[in-house]
Every structure is written in structure tokens, then in C-alpha cells.
């Protein structure tokens, strides 16, 4: 989540060193300041620490400001920051090559500190927002984990890294038992209380920076673990299976064992040229049809 609490940062790219230092004076109530004095120290910088924004001298020894600026926008992990030029340059000519370059703005030398200090709080402020949104985008309302959209557009990314290095990847696929008898005896509301519950308890287990779980609908989630053979799967599966009966949640529907229980199915692929994430997926969802008609309540692997 974008988080308001941590301040900003604002990468200060410049050759001349005076510059930066009065950009960092002006500035440095509004956030973390990082500078760079070279364009391949700013591409470097901008990757690693993901600055909020970007001030961006245009004439520099190595790489000029257009071109940085250009590289900043090619490259999916540097795009959206907003890239603001500081110049002397004042031709028109100038500014649309700035713009052109993927600019959102212009500051002119002899630095002025109220109007930089106004553009570059707008423009941080509408990123911030911007990747706010993008956020929620990725999220499910309810539950707070990642939706299925999430999971699709990660689930094919970790796929295509898993196959260029031959690599194994697991999936599972979490139902809720008897959901919809929860629903039936308990009402609405009760029910989303319980997928929120379920879905606390499974992100708690679900750790590893690379392992994604996801609301794939419904009362069903599903968990990509990337690097993960089937054994280290299926322990992770009884662990989360283990976990939601431990939260005792009531559940005195029809066919229910008494409380709240989760059947999962794993599949696990090691990825090469014919294996698909959508045949694993359907292996996985085959192995939770099979815990289902086993009684619920417990982990099918293949
Ligand atoms: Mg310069």
C-alpha cells in the first residue's frame, strides 16, 4: 500500500554540484533527498531507490537530461515517476523536447523556491495518488488480498521467469467448505466476516516475498509460490488447513463438520516449453474437486 507516513523521496540530477545543493535546500522539508551528478548515476539511482520524483538538470557531460529522461520512461520500474526539468534553457524549442521526452513539467533557472516548491509538491502529490489507485486496483474490497487480476497478470510473470530458468512453481487452490450454507444459516454478513477471517489466517502463512495469494471469487483463494516443489507445497496446505480450524469459527449449516474447514488442491509444474499456468491451474482445481469429494476438510495432491 502507498504509505502517507513515509515521506517522499526526491532524486536531484545534476552536474553541478551548487545546483543540488540549493534544489536540496528548498526542498528538503518535503522529503528524503537523494542526488545523483552524472545521468548513468540517476538511471542507477531512480532503479534502486524508486524516487517519488525526479528534478532533472538537461545539460550534463555524460548523458543529457532528454535522454535520461527517455531511459526513465522506458523502463517499466522507472515510468511512472514524474520527471521535472530544471533549465537555463528557456527556448520554447527546448521545452517541447523536454515534454516530448516524457517530462511532466519545467522549472527555469534562476531557481525560484516558492514555484518550485509548488509544482514538485503537485506533481508528488498526483503520484502518490496515482499509485494509491493502482493499488486498489489490485486488491480485493473485502478481504484485502490481492484480487484475481493481481494473481493473473503475477501468476504469468513468476510463469515466464520460472521457465526461463527451468524452475518449479506450485499452485493451490483454497475452497471454503459448505460456504454457501455459512451464508444460508448465518446471513450475509457473517459470511464476509468469515472470508476475512480465512483470508487473514492464509495470508499470515503465506510469507515468502514471492508467494502471492490471491481472492480468486467467491469463497475460493488461490496462492502462486513460485521456486516451490510439490512437497514444500503441500505442507504449506496442511499448515493453512490446519490453520483455519484452529480459528474455530462456528458453522452449524448443513453438511458442515461443526466449524469452518478449507479443502485445497495442489499442482505443482516444473516449468519448461509445454507446461501451462492454465493446465496447473486446472490440476490444482482438479485436486480441490477431489478433497471435496473426499469428505472436505483436507489437501489433495497430485
Ligand atoms: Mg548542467
Redesign the pocket.
Known amino acids: 500500500m502507498a504509505d502517507f507516513a513515509v515521506p517522499p523521496k526526491i532524486l536531484i540530477v545534476?552536474?553541478?554540484p551548487a545546483?543540488i545543493d540549493l534544489l536540496a535546500a528548498i526542498l528538503e522539508e518535503d522529503g528524503e533527498i537523494l542526488f545523483a551528478t552524472s545521468g548513468k548515476a540517476a538511471l542507477a539511482m531512480a532503479e534502486s531507490e524508486r524516487p517519488d520524483i525526479v528534478l532533472l538538470?538537461?545539460?550534463?557531460p555524460d548523458l543529457d537530461g532528454y535522454e535520461v529522461c527517455r531511459r526513465l520512461k522506458d523502463n517499466p520500474a522507472t515510468a511512472q515517476i514524474p520527471v521535472v526539468f530544471i533549465t537555463a534553457l528557456d527556448q520554447e524549442t527546448d521545452e517541447e523536447a523536454g515534454l516530448a521526452a516524457g517530462a511532466v513539467d519545467y522549472v527555469a533557472k534562476p531557481i525560484s523556491a516558492p514555484i518550485t516548491r509548488a509544482r514538485v509538491r503537485t506533481h508528488m502529490e498526483l503520484k502518490r495518488h496515482r499509485d494509491h489507485l493502482a493499488e486498489l486496483a489490485y486488491l480485493d474490497g473485502l478481504t484485502g488480498v490481492a484480487n484475481r487480476r493481481r494473481f493473473d497478470e503475477y501468476a504469468e510473470l513468476e510463469w515466464r521467469r520460472a521457465r526461463r530458468h527451468g524452475r518449479p512453481v506450485s499452485v493451490l487452490m483454497v475452497d471454503v467448505d459448505e460456504f454457501k450454507h455459512f451464508n444460508d444459516h448465518y446471513g450475509h454478513q457473517a459470511g464476509d466476516a468469515c472470508l476475512q477471517k480465512v483470508a487473514a489466517v492464509l495470508g499470515g502463512l503465506v510469507n515468502r516475498p514471492a508467494d502471492l495469494l490471491a481472492r480468486y471469487g467467491g469463497e475460493e483463494f488461490v496462492c502462486v509460490l513460485p521456486e516451490t516443489p510439490a512437497e514444500g507445497a503441500r505442507v504449506l496446505a496442511e499448515r493453512m488447513r490446519a490453520a483455519v480450524e484452529g480459528l474455530g469459527i462456528a458453522h452449524d449449516g448443513a453438511g458442515a463438520a461443526g466449524c469452518v474447514t478449507i479443502s485445497i488442491g495442489v499442482a505443482t509444474a516444473v516449468v519448461d516449453a509445454s507446461s501451462t499456468l492454465e493446465d496447473t491451474l486446472a490440476r490444482a482445481d482438479a485436486q480441490l474437486y477431489r478433497a471435496k469429494s473426499a469428505g472436505r476438510n483436507r489437501v489433495s495432491a497430485v
Not at 538538470?57 to 550534463?60: E, G, I, L, N, W
Request: charge should be negative.
Open positions: 545534476d552536474d553541478d545546483n538538470d538537461v545539460v550534463m
